[in-house]
């Protein structure tokens, strides 16, 4: 029986969907993309936008014509009501009980093997008592690399956030599971893992910090892994943690959620952080790792973001030579601070700005690529399409292979450098230099 799980969102619901691919396949379903027909589809939703929950509703009316379609995910956990309004038969599992889905294909198995059609053996399923870590999914359906889901929920209240009402508060995987699991991924073939969480840098056990995680998780680890951080929220970065980051096994490349340079606009959105801490981030890592791959996330238009407060953050950007920039037009949540927010800038500025910042970050990308020609890296290979093998570099640059060793397989990793004519304009071609 065909079954696709069908993800929207962050890193953190792609890990989430690999755990639950995993267990229909380990009850021996066929897992498919979302081309393909299925007898059941899931979809995990997001809610951090209005186009996420706008793209969700397609796709749920689009599934739901073709099959039976399970909707879970932080959308599903604040609009319930809505999704199920969208067709008949639609089976909401709110973000609170998406780790049940984990029990839910051996459930089906059992029932249908008692004479139940798939209809009746998913209407009979029940609450399990499965734990929102429960996803250590053994085989990655979407992917060639693994998640690992050391952390959920968020404490901070940011004005613009509705992720933190959908997932609550912050908790986290006890360090010994983090490192055992870590372990099985990489005797399982995985040699590259991304650790992932709603807010990754609020990992705390016992007052060490993700600093603390990590520096077990390397003294357990052998030397041919590779660690990778989803996204990094700004406020919980410390020295402790940025030191693990010289350790050659955590790659160059980091993604922080900066949102805005400006400290009015920062305090404004309740966050926990100022200019002068991202600064300081900024600097450590371009002083710990050989240009390092830093992308960030900005809103443009949130409230407070005068022309002056706009200019800090985009001079901030461009002396900072991030390499990407994903910019977001500020759009106000329902169940957020800002919903009704009296200092909301108009539209056609934010959307002025948010183009002004695009082609910045084209920019800053372009000469960023280009500062890769003839350097070596680390790459990984990740599949073969159309006889060419593809890979991802340390520094999360998709990378086409010129000369693959026969013997190359899906997660090897090799020493390569980047051919002299790297542009971002295509992708990238490296050398295998052993
Ligand atoms: S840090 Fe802020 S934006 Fe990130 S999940 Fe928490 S509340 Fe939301």
Known sequence: MNVCVYTLGCRLNQCESEGIADAFTAEGFNIVNDKEAAEIYIVNTCTVTSKAEQKARRMIRHFAHDGICIVTGCYAQMNRGDIEALAEGI??????????????????????????????????????????????????????RAYLKVQDGCDNNCGYCRVHVARGPSQFLEPEKVVERALQLKKEGFNEIMLTGVNLTMYDHKGEGLGGLIEKLLAASDSDVRYRMSSME??????????????????????????????????????????????YIVNKLKEIKDDPFIAIDVITGLPQEDDEAFEETYEFIKEAKFAKCHVFPFSPRPNTDFYHAKDKVPEYLRDERAAKLRALSDELHSEYMERQRGKECDVIFQARKKGVYTGLTGNYIDVLIENPPAFAKEGMLFRARFNDDVTSKKTPYVTILE
């Open 91 to 144: 089976v909401v599992v709110p973000l609170d009980k998406k780790a049940h889905l984990l029990t839910l294909p051996k459930h089906i198995k059992v029932a249908m093997e008692s004479g139940m059609d798939l209809k009746e053996a998913v209407g009979s399923f029940t609450d399990s008592k499965a734990s929102v870590f429960d996803y250590d999914a053994a085989s990655f359906s979407y992917h060639s």
């Open 234 to 279: 700004a406020d919980h970065v410390d020295d402790r943690l940025l030191n693990t980051f010289k350790d050659p096994r955590i790659q160059p490349h980091f993604h922080i959620p900066m949102q805005s340079a400006s400290n009015k606009v920062l305090e404004r959105a309740n966050r926990k952080y100022d200019k002068n801490h991202l600064i």
